[in-house]
């Protein structure tokens, strides 16, 4: 937990304690009501508040979040979405979420997966059952308690999604859990929730997703074109996790259907031995009322470093949030706060040698022209071209037929020599796609375009030697370091597998084309 100069000291009737952190819809933080109990409330971020459509759906996302009750969710304690800044809070749970669970302990046993299976599809049967679909269950959204999982966070995504309409690049869910209908913009449903859930269960019983890790790009990729990994399950639950995953939703199991599949857990317990040592939130009267300012580490008061007991150096803070939270990166330590240090961990300096601090490595999917291909055949061609030229004039006047053919084929060699050694000789060309806009590296020059300054995107140009074309507005027609052929008033900014084979280029377009859905949608144009 942490506390920020700008955090307010109350909102609503509740007493602000601190921040948990920040996610899609804004800031969650940890407070107590005037009774003392401990809720989560979520701040809405500042263009949301702005957005008269967001909060007329966010006011009937917190009606219908009223009606699941709290015995699979965290229950809703008080909202306010006419306010200032809109807010909702809800029932603090006191307990790691799944990600955090397995992120600490390892992957669950057999009988805690099936616990969590039958736990969740009671949660789903119940938010299902009052009209609204989660959208974006995934671990750090799902709370583990004694009394079995919680579900957090349910309709919220709806409200995000359609406000995130207006805005280019903006986009809720999570690319490992999200189900192909909700890549591909079809019908979006509870059987939805139902692939989430068995992505979820994977990630629980192996403690990696079914469709492996990467970015956003390759991941959207797999799960509508490749068939996702399950690990090793009971008979029963393996087949569970295969239909949740299937591309058809018609294919997928219902709640009640999961529940007959896997049966009645002996107990509600979810984590193993290993993880039973995670302290969960200690009672409500040993909170400080004020957070305890932290004295500068010595490495930056510049004192020598003495190492003390493990009693004595401050723990990680064991507050779970109660929303999916992601944590924010800073570039530089915060006074007061210095940052904790694990063991086996490296080390990573925050600032470079001329005192500036080092920015994040920027999100998003990155690709690249490669040239190794281009450099083998040019190199095979090359020296075939040699072996094949004429040396000796009387062969030639003896075999006029063969010298002939031979100089036939010399020719190929040649002219393929010249096109892979123009393959190579081209400038590498890095593209960039980020919820902000595209960048374009050629060589030395670099250029970035913001979304705004875009109007279409296409994947164009022959299919042996595919393109991506942007077309952009005027500021920007000429900033991108591009070659100077254009396509119908488009600039082409991007060679696709040039010189790769056939099934690298296929899959290079695949990539980027489900990059640019993520990240540019309303402005690909997938007519190819």
């Known amino acids: 937990m942490t506390t920020h100069p700008q955090d307010p000291a109350v909102i609503g009737s509740f007493t602000i304690q601190g921040r948990l952190g920040r996610g899609a819809m804004g800031s969650v933080y940890l407070a107590r009501s005037p009774g003392g109990r401990l809720v989560a409330v979520k701040v809405v971020r500042d263009e949301l508040a702005g957005d008269a459509g967001f909060r007329a759906r966010f006011a009937r996302e917190i009606a219908a979040a009223r009606k699941v009750g709290g015995a699979y969710t965290a229950a809703v304690v008080d909202a306010d979405p006419d306010a200032e800044r809109p807010w909702l809070a809800t029932e603090y749970l006191p307990g790691p979420t799944l990600q955090k669970a397995i992120e600490t302990s390892g992957p669950l046993t057999p009988g805690g997966v099936q616990s969590l299976a039958s736990g969740l599809a009671e949660a789903l049967m119940a938010i299902h059952a009052s009209g609204v679909i989660h959208r974006d ?152 009322q004020q957070p305890v300012p932290q004295p500068p580490s010595p490495v930056q008061s510049g004192q020598p470093v003495v190492s003390g007991s493990p009693a004595q150096q401050p723990g990680p803070s064991q507050l779970e949030p109660s929303a999916p939270i992601h944590p924010v990166q800073l570039s530089q330590p915060v006074p007061g706060h210095p940052s904790p240090i694990h063991p086996g961990q490296p080390i990573q300096p925050v600032q470079s040698q001329a005192g500036q601090p080092i920015q994040p490595r920027p999100s998003g999917a990155a690709f690249r022209t490669s040239r190794a291909r281009a450099v083998v055949l040019a190199s095979i061609t090359t020296v075939f071209f040699l072996g094949f030229l004429p040396q000796d004039s009387a062969f030639q006047a003896q075999h006029p037929v063969a010298a002939f053919l031979g100089g036939i084929v010399d020719l190929v060699l040649l002219v393929s020599a010249i096109r892979y050694w123009t393959l190579v000789l081209r400038r590498r060309v890095d593209l960039h796609l980020s919820p902000q806009g595209l ?37 920007y027609q000429f900033t991108l370091p591009a070659p100077g052929r254009r396509h119908h008033g488009g600039v082409r900014i991007y060679p696709i597998g040039h010189g790769a084979t056939v099934n690298q280029r296929t899959r290079q377009v695949d990539e980027l084309r489900a990059a640019l859905n993520w990240y540019a949608g309303r402005l690909h144009d997938n007519s190819y």
């Open 439 to 475: 960048t374009i590296r050629r060589g030395s020059r670099q250029a970035t375009v913001p979304w705004t300054g875009v109007t279409r995107l296409r994947v164009g140009g022959p299919r042996k030697r595919p393109w991506l074309i942007a077309w952009l507005e005027p500021p």
């Open 137 to 288: 269950l995934k671990p750090s959204n799902i709370v583990l308690t004694d009394n079995g999982p919680r579900v957090i966070d349910f309709g919220i995504a709806r409200a995000l999604e359609e406000a995130s309409l207006t805005a280019t690049g903006v986009v809720v869910g999570t690319p490992g859990y999200l189900s192909p209908e909700q890549i591909t913009g079809t019908t979006v449903g509870p059987p939805s929730d139902m692939f989430a859930l068995g992505a979820v269960l994977v990630f629980a019983a192996s403690g990696r997703g079914p469709f492996a890790t990467g970015n956003p790009a390759s991941l959207l990729h797999r799960i509508v074109n490749e068939q996702p990994h399950i690990p090793p399950l009971p008979n029963a639950l393996q087949e569970v996790v295969r239909r949740c995953l299937a591309r058809d939703p018609a294919d997928r199991p219902t709640p009640p259907e999961l529940l007959r599949f896997v049966g009645s857990p002996a107990n509600t317990a979810i984590l193993p031995t290993p993880a039973e040592t995670i302290t969960l939130q200690p009672p409500t009267k040993v909170l400080p």
